[in-house]
């Protein structure tokens, strides 16, 4: 896809009128690397807490490549340099997981400052330190020694403070170590709105439905529990959504936004669910002869991007990849012997607990008695002097989110937050260090939240796979729907890391996660550690292609993460293609997809007819086949797995579909396809390239603060495919294919760019070479960085 081609179709997606203009010229792309000789440009700062002197080189697409004479040094470098490029982006973050977003942003955010404080670990310190490792708190308190000493240095210089904070009217909070792991919100841990989705079935006296809603894996059936009454209260999750929703901005926060570049200057001065794919390819099926691991983990689009890459060199460490702007380490990368990346690993770690109060709500119901609610007072600053204080409340097994004071019955969340060790990201800290099979599996057993596949490769030949999770143990019950919080029914404990499924050096000689069950069929019931998967699609189609590939190759691994079709797709087409019709429009409608390879690249007429008009036409029909009529309306669509397995085993539907089921899918197929055919002319006029060509998914990185500023906002960009093609609708912001050994020949991507500061020339320099599938060097020797640094800070210690 050509850079005019692209801006083509964002001008079809958005129309003339909604072109924004950009706010600084983007450098060339491919410009050339600093010429040899030429002078680095260099700025000096004095840092508190830093023993040796530390510096950052900044290649030519903003990456940090940061050397020091010990990790400490490097971590508190790693911080102060996460203030430089994210300071706005790191302390919403922290402000928003600490709940003190009011003190600066007004009385509006009161609940949510409760809301997000309900969820903060209060357990022991010593406990949650230990169990990242004996160096955990050290490197916390380095990095948020780092942040602190940017802050301190902008106290020094007003005029260099990012733009949203002159915008907004306050300046950024101070980090304490602890900060850095207390704030639980961030983990993507699930469980709870698919308990409320399947209580509503449950209390319409429909459970049996809720295969349909989302297919069990491993299979298995489930019942409502003894004494729950499974008729909730419709808000019930209301704070708990509070706690974990991003900051919302309008135009009534108590200052104006007129965004202005900050004054002119150089350097670090200013001016400046789910969808994951990974996989490991052995040398003995590379052309390079080396292990090649690629991962795009999928999230969130925003701006600035959800992710940073960074590069710590001290004595014993040296890691490159994308880690999370507010933490330390590296999450998804390599360091000198080993790389590893991540996905989603299904995780059930929380549930609702239903008490029954006594009659001043000032007790629960548990095990024939009545137990206390703990209650604490949060006092929480608001814009402008006052203080708000509001009540939190706790049962043993968590936060209180809902009292119903009519029924007497109040709702807690109990989740693997609360228990020490399950800062999200954290623990790659340990892993990110590893430099063999067995320390990263170790290192895996500190995992705990959220679950993760964590893919390996080292420059010894080895790959393997192993997911890291605390996934609790249930006692008398699966985890499906609310429980009675009356003792009945309690975690016992997590399922052991090493009961957990791995692989190493596997036969087939690769090895893919996409989020897809994978759990061993035959133990899962007796380690399970979820019910609820996403979809196998991306899986499918990623194991078709590197089992096809006996000497992949890291564009292979580069053309696999672009790659745009569509199994489900493929899976309807090829039982289409053999069906006939007398009827004009019918016809019309199968030649169009007749020869369709499942493949949804932007243009293609046969992906716009399918993924907008007839896959959900046949969702519905088979909704309809399967679903009493006086029960539709309590489920607006069905797990795909469940229409696949109609469409490919019609026989085991012959109660529902009658004594021929496999003519009644036959005729469903014809009568949703014409249907759809139908709707797109109605909608888009006759069939042409122009008018029914798949424009793909809208894709823009929003700024916070971009609702009251557009010019913040990167995008849409045009991208191909959808949820089922491993591209999986553009949605991964950072991308890497790591040449494992030859580490130089890694590329990676991270979208709109590195920097936070709009008006950076790395703020969004990235978006497009993203949008069209390309990628920048993952420069790790310093000779390569040598070659392409832009700048230099020097970071001294304070006398």
């Given at each position: 896809?050509?850079?005019r081609?692209?801006?083509?179709?964002?001008?079809?997606?958005?129309?003339?009128?909604?072109?924004?203009?950009?706010?600084?010229?983007?450098?060339?792309?491919?410009?050339?690397?600093?010429?040899?000789?030429?002078?680095?440009?260099?700025?000096h700062?004095?840092?508190?807490?830093?023993?040796?002197?530390?510096?950052?080189?900044?290649?030519?697409?903003?990456?940090?490549?940061?050397?020091?004479?010990?990790?400490?040094?490097?971590?508190?470098?790693?911080?102060f340099?996460a203030?430089?490029?994210?300071?706005?982006?790191?302390?919403?973050?922290?402000?928003?997981?600490?709940?003190?977003?009011?003190?600066?942003?007004?009385?509006?955010?009161?609940?949510?400052?409760?809301?997000?404080?309900l969820?903060?670990?209060?357990?022991?310190?010593?406990?949650?330190?230990?169990?990242?490792?004996?160096?955990?708190?050290?490197?916390?308190?380095?990095?948020?020694?780092?942040?602190?000493?940017?802050?301190?240095?902008?106290e020094?210089?007003?005029?260099?403070?990012?733009?949203?904070?002159?915008?907004?009217?306050?300046?950024?909070?101070?980090?304490k170590?602890?900060?850095?792991?207390?704030?639980?919100?961030?983990?993507?841990?699930?469980g709870?709105?698919?308990?409320?989705a399947?209580?509503?079935?449950?209390?319409?006296?429909?459970?049996?439905?809720?295969?349909?809603?989302?297919?069990?894996?491993?299979?298995?059936?489930?019942?409502?529990?003894?004494?729950?009454?499974?008729?909730l209260?419709?808000?019930?999750?209301?704070t708990?959504?509070?706690?974990?929703?991003?900051?919302?901005?309008?135009?009534?926060?108590?200052?104006?936004?007129?965004?202005?570049?900050?004054?002119?200057?150089?350097?670090?001065?200013?001016?400046?669910?789910?969808?994951?794919?990974?996989?490991?390819?052995?040398?003995?099926?590379?052309?390079?002869?080396?292990?090649?691991?690629a991962?795009?983990?999928?999230r969130?689009?925003?701006?600035?991007?959800?992710?940073?890459?960074?590069?710590?060199?001290?004595?014993?460490?040296?890691?490159?990849?994308?880690?999370?702007?507010?933490?330390?380490g590296?999450?998804?990368?390599?360091?000198?012997?080993?790389?590893?990346?991540?996905?989603?690993?299904?995780?059930?770690?929380?549930?609702?607990?239903v008490?029954?109060?006594?009659?001043?709500?000032?007790?629960?119901?548990?095990?024939?008695?009545?137990?206390?609610?703990?209650?604490?007072?949060?006092?929480?600053?608001?814009?402008?002097?006052?203080?708000?204080?509001?009540?939190?409340?706790?049962?043993?097994?968590?936060?209180?989110?809902?009292?119903?004071?009519?029924?007497?019955?109040?709702?807690?969340?109990?989740?693997?937050?609360?228990?020490?060790?399950?800062?999200?990201?954290?623990?790659?800290?340990?892993?990110?260090?590893?430099?063999?099979?067995?320390?990263?599996?170790?290192?895996?057993?500190?995992?705990?939240?959220p679950?993760?596949?964590?893919?390996?490769?080292?420059?010894?030949?080895?790959?393997?796979?192993?997911p890291?999770?605390?996934?609790?143990?249930?006692?008398?019950?699966?985890?499906?729907?609310?429980?009675?919080?009356?003792?009945?029914?309690?975690?016992n404990?997590?399922?052991?890391?090493?009961?957990?499924?791995?692989?190493?050096?596997?036969?087939?000689?690769?090895?893919?996660?996409?989020?897809?069950?994978?759990?061993?069929?035959?133990?899962a019931?007796?380690?399970?550690t979820?019910?609820?998967?996403?979809?196998p699609?991306?899986?499918?189609?990623?194991?078709?292609?590197?089992?096809?590939?006996?000497?992949?190759?890291?564009?292979?691994?580069?053309?696999?993460?672009?790659?745009?079709?569509?199994?489900?797709?493929?899976?309807?087409?090829?039982?289409?293609?053999?069906?006939?019709?007398?009827?004009?429009?019918?016809?019309?409608?199968?030649?169009?997809?007749?020869?369709?390879?499942?493949?949804?690249?932007?243009?293609?007429?046969?992906?716009?007819l399918?993924?907008?008009?007839?896959?959900?036409?046949?969702?519905?029909?088979?909704?309809?086949?399967?679903?009493?009529?006086?029960?539709?309306?309590?489920?607006?669509?069905?797990?795909?797995?469940?229409?696949?397995?109609?469409?490919?085993?019609?026989?085991?539907?012959?109660?529902?579909?009658?004594?021929?089921?496999?003519?009644?899918?036959?005729?469903?197929?014809?009568?949703?396809?014409?249907?759809?055919?139908?709707?797109?002319?109605?909608?888009?006029?006759?069939?042409?390239?122009?008018?029914?060509?798949?424009?793909?998914?809208?894709?823009?990185?929003e700024?916070?603060?971009?609702?009251?500023?557009?010019?913040?906002?990167?995008?849409?960009?045009?991208?191909?495919?959808?949820?089922?093609?491993?591209?999986?609708?553009?949605?991964?912001?950072?991308?890497?294919?790591?040449?494992?050994?030859?580490?130089?020949?890694?590329?990676?991507?991270?979208?709109?760019?590195?920097?936070?500061?709009p008006?950076?020339?790395?703020?969004?320099?990235?978006?497009?070479?993203?949008?069209?599938?390309?990628?920048?060097?993952?420069?790790?020797?310093?000779?390569?960085?040598?070659?392409?640094?832009?700048?230099?800070?020097?970071?001294?210690?304070?006398?």
């Amino acid at each position: 896809m050509t850079s005019r081609s692209t801006r083509a179709r964002m001008a079809a997606l958005t129309g003339a009128g909604s072109v924004v203009l950009a706010l600084v010229a983007a450098p060339a792309f491919g410009a050339s690397p600093r010429p040899e000789g030429k002078q680095v440009p260099t700025t000096h700062r004095t840092v508190a807490g830093l023993d040796k002197t530390a510096t950052i080189d900044v290649d030519r697409w903003g990456v940090p490549h940061i050397s020091a004479s010990s990790t400490d040094d490097a971590f508190l470098a790693q911080g102060f340099n996460a203030a430089r490029d994210r300071l706005f982006q790191i302390d919403l973050s922290h402000r928003r997981g600490l709940g003190r977003l009011s003190e600066v942003f007004g009385e509006k955010y009161v609940e949510q400052d409760r809301a997000a404080r309900l969820f903060l670990y209060r357990g022991d310190m010593d406990a949650e330190w230990a169990a990242y490792g004996p160096d955990s708190k050290r490197i916390a308190t380095k990095f948020a020694t780092g942040v602190n000493a940017y802050i301190d240095w902008l106290e020094q210089h007003p005029d260099k403070l990012p733009p949203e904070f002159r915008a907004l009217g306050y300046t950024p909070d101070r980090w304490k170590p602890e900060d850095v792991v207390r704030i639980r919100t961030h983990a993507l841990v699930s469980g709870l709105d698919d308990e409320v989705a399947r209580a509503k079935l449950a209390c319409a006296n429909a459970l049996d439905l809720d295969d349909l809603r989302m297919k069990r894996q491993p299979e298995t059936t489930t019942s409502v529990p003894a004494g729950l009454d499974p008729c909730l209260p419709k808000d019930v999750l209301a704070t708990y959504k509070l706690a974990t929703e991003p900051v919302e901005f309008s135009g009534d926060v108590k200052a104006p936004v007129r965004f202005t570049p900050a004054p002119a200057g150089g350097g670090a001065d200013g001016a400046e669910k789910d969808g994951s794919n990974n996989w490991v390819v052995s040398p003995r099926r590379t052309a390079t002869g080396r292990p090649i691991l690629a991962n795009d983990p999928h999230r969130v689009h925003q701006a600035p991007s959800l992710r940073y890459i960074a590069h710590l060199k001290a004595p014993g460490m040296n890691v490159i990849g994308g880690g999370e702007p507010a933490l330390p380490g590296i999450s998804i990368g390599h360091n000198d012997t080993v790389a590893f990346g991540l996905t989603i690993f299904g995780t059930d770690a929380q549930d609702l607990y239903v008490y029954d109060l006594n009659d001043d709500g000032s007790a629960y119901r548990y095990q024939g008695g009545w137990e206390e609610i703990r209650t604490e007072t949060e006092r929480i600053p608001v814009r402008g002097g006052s203080v708000e204080e509001r009540q939190v409340r706790f049962t043993r097994h968590g936060p209180i989110v809902h009292i119903d004071n009519k029924t007497r019955k109040a709702y807690a969340v109990r989740s693997v937050w609360t228990e020490p060790g399950t800062s999200a990201y954290f623990a790659s800290t340990g892993y990110m260090r590893a430099r063999s099979w067995p320390e990263f599996l170790e290192a895996l057993k500190r995992w705990g939240a959220p679950g993760e596949n964590q893919v390996y490769a080292d420059v010894h030949g080895n790959i393997g796979w192993k997911p890291g999770t605390f996934a609790p143990r249930r006692k008398g019950y699966d985890g499906l729907l609310p429980v009675p919080g009356d003792g009945r029914y309690e975690w016992n404990g997590y399922v052991p890391n090493d009961k957990l499924p791995s692989a190493y050096n596997p036969r087939q000689g690769w090895f893919a996660t996409a989020n897809q069950f994978n759990l061993d069929p035959g133990t899962a019931k007796e380690n399970v550690t979820a019910y609820q998967w996403t979809g196998p699609e991306r899986y499918r189609r990623i194991s078709r292609v590197l089992s096809r590939q006996p000497r992949h190759t890291l564009e292979d691994s580069k053309r696999l993460q672009h790659d745009v079709t569509s199994p489900r797709a493929q899976t309807v087409a090829r039982l289409t293609r053999s069906l006939t019709s007398d009827d004009p429009t019918t016809v019309a409608a199968l030649d169009l997809v007749s020869g369709w390879n499942g493949s949804e690249p932007l243009g293609s007429v046969p992906a716009t007819l399918f993924e907008k008009y007839w896959q959900p036409r046949i969702n519905t029909a088979v909704r309809d086949a399967l679903v009493p009529e006086q029960q539709r309306q309590l489920l607006a669509e069905v797990d795909w797995l469940a229409v696949e397995d109609l469409l490919q085993h019609p026989e085991k539907y012959a109660d529902r579909l009658g004594a021929d089921p496999a003519a009644v899918r036959d005729e469903l197929l014809l009568a949703t396809l014409t249907d759809a055919y139908r709707a797109a002319l109605a909608e888009l006029g006759p069939v042409s390239d122009d008018a029914w060509g798949y424009r793909g998914n809208a894709v823009a990185m929003e700024h916070p603060l971009g609702a009251m500023d557009p010019r913040l906002n990167v995008g849409p960009f045009a991208i191909p495919g959808s949820r089922t093609t491993p591209i999986a609708a553009g949605r991964a912001s950072y991308k890497q294919v790591i040449d494992v050994g030859n580490w130089d020949a890694s590329w990676v991507m991270n979208t709109p760019g590195q920097s936070g500061d709009p008006f950076d020339k790395h703020y969004r320099d990235l978006a497009e070479p993203w949008s069209e599938g390309r990628y920048v060097p993952m420069l790790y020797s310093p000779a390569a960085i040598a070659k392409h640094t832009e700048e230099r800070i020097v970071l001294q210690p304070k006398e």
